[in-house]
């Protein structure tokens, strides 16, 4: 499964990194000040996350746990992202 880490808000976005989900989490480390979300997904429907702004001048590490049903995650289709 698709994991992107996107900047950005919902409809003016980009990927800054994709992955392929192997295990349980995926970590994003030392980002930048910025807007965040993830989503997750390989069809046209994908689940994202929240946004995350990220303040300036701190370090983050996020890690998102994959799993069924849990959490608050929406839904867009990869091409309004």
């Not at 990194?17 to 997904?41: H, M, N, R, T, W």
């Amino acid at each position: 499964m698709t994991v992107e880490l996107r900047v950005g808000e919902l409809g003016n976005s980009f990927p800054l990194v994709i992955k392929q989900a192997q295990d349980s989490e995926i970590s994003y480390k030392g980002l930048c000040p910025g807007k965040y979300f993830i989503a997750i997904g390989d069809d046209k429907n994908v689940s994202t996350t929240p946004i995350k702004d990220f303040a300036t001048n701190n370090r983050y590490t996020s890690t998102v746990q994959l799993t069924t049903g849990v959490g608050n995650m929406g839904s867009a289709r990869r091409e309004k992202l």
